[in-house]
């Protein structure tokens, strides 16, 4: 049924409208809209609490809504249905809205009306979830910030490689060296140099490059001393950042 229709094509009747109302909060639907209004503008005031009480609550709750001072008040009826509240104008409809709820009466009538209020779980509810989405929120920003790719930083290692022998041949132990130990975050020099020492015994000058993150220096000596049947030595002759 259209109340809404209903009670603008007919002959107002605040009983009957009190009956309709009685398990409605707006006229038409379920939220407030041009027709609770309409309907409020037929009344010459809020009506009585005790004789109608479902459209009382239903007046004043749209008087909250809308404000006491937009209300329109029909002309004072002189029927048994008019309001017994009826002042026939804003005046009137002031005096009984504070008379029942004090002078804040627009922002505290609402909680006459369980139906209408948000209740005390659903503000419960809510906080629940706004606390678990910033949860959320915050994971997924120091997840972002984790996973962020970070600059790679590289350093060049000259390394000096000492021989036992004069007659060791250098240039075969490079070849194994860098032959044999392949590793995620290191890249051999593709050449070498042969510097002199004592007694006509050369060092083997040798190069690599590390990405820090990835590969110890100490793993490198200790792989290249590892020759030991050539080996006498291994010193870091110099390492540089390049990136």
């Keep these: 049924i259209n109340y809404y229709l209903y009670f603008l094509k007919m002959s107002f009747n605040l009983a009957d409208f009190n009956n309709k109302i009685s398990t409605k909060s707006y006229v038409s639907g379920y939220s407030f809209?041009?027709?609770?209004t309409e309907i409020l503008a037929k009344l010459s005031g809020i009506p009585c609490a005790?004789?109608?009480?479902?459209a009382h609550?239903?007046?004043?709750?749209?008087?909250?809504?809308?404000?006491?001072q937009n209300v329109k008040f029909a002309a004072a009826a002189s029927s048994s249905n008019a309001p017994a509240n009826a002042g026939g104008n804003k005046k009137a409809a002031a005096d009984d809205m504070d008379d029942m709820f004090?002078?804040?009466a627009e922002d505290d009538v609402d909680d006459m009306f369980a139906d209408d209020e948000e209740t005390?779980?659903?503000?419960?509810?809510?906080?629940?979830?706004?606390?678990a989405l910033k949860l959320k929120q915050e994971a997924d920003a120091k997840k972002e910030k984790k996973e962020k790719a970070k600059p790679v930083e590289k350093s060049l290692v000259v390394l000096d490689v000492k021989p036992w022998e004069a007659d060791t041949d250098l240039k075969m132990v490079w070849e194994q060296i860098i032959n044999n130990k392949q590793q995620e975050g290191l890249k051999w020099g593709e050449t070498f140099k042969l510097e002199p020492v004592a007694f006509?015994?050369?060092?083997?000058?040798?190069?690599?490059?590390?990405?820090?993150?990835?590969?110890?220096?100490d793993d490198i000596t200790e792989y290249i001393?590892?020759?030991e049947e050539y080996v006498q030595s291994v010193n870091?002759?110099?390492?540089?950042?390049?990136s």
């Design 33 to 36: 809209s041009k027709a609770d």
């Design 50 to 54: 005790k004789a109608f009480p479902h």
């Design 57 to 68: 609550r239903w007046a004043v709750h749209i008087i909250a809504l809308v404000g006491i």
């Design 102 to 104: 004090g002078d804040d």
């Design 120 to 131: 005390e779980a659903d503000k419960a509810r809510k906080a629940r979830m706004a606390h």
């Design 200 to 217: 006509g015994i050369k060092k083997l000058v040798m190069t690599c490059t590390i990405v820090d993150a990835l590969v110890l220096l």
């Design 225 to 227: 001393e590892g020759f």
């Design 236 to 242: 870091i002759a110099s390492m540089n950042k390049i």
